[in-house]
Nanobody
């Protein structure tokens, strides 16, 4: 399985970006697809995920601003990020979590929000 993330970039505070992650295999049976981020000097943290039933969960820091979606037909998950803040800056990683806690990570895409 390979995950290819894209869509990062440089944006001013208040702006928007949309991240995409395409899986090389079907995401239909994946327990959770998630977006994580890692800011410089900080641990990687969960931003949002979507479970096998299609229910989403968001970190408190992004609720109301970020929206995660999936398209099973194209094996894609996306993260729409609105009202971006400088503290949203970091490398964003796509993750697929399978049964028995098997994890697959994408290569990461840089998001930089300037103040």
């Amino acid at each position: 399985v390979q995950l290819q993330a894209s869509g990062g970039g440089l944006v001013q505070a208040g702006g928007s970006l949309k991240l995409s992650c395409v899986s090389s295999t079907s995401i239909r049976g994946v327990n959770y697809m998630g977006w994580y981020r890692q800011a410089p000097g900080k641990q990687r943290e969960l931003v949002a995920d979507i479970n096998i039933a299609g229910s989403t969960m968001y970190a408190d820091s992004v609720k109301g601003r970020f929206t995660m979606s999936r398209d099973i037909a194209t094996n894609t998950v996306q993260l729409q990020m609105n009202s971006l803040k400088p503290e949203d800056t970091g490398v964003y990683y796509c993750n697929a979590r399978y049964a028995l806690n098997r994890n697959v990570w994408g290569q990461g895409t840089q998001v930089t929000v300037s103040s």
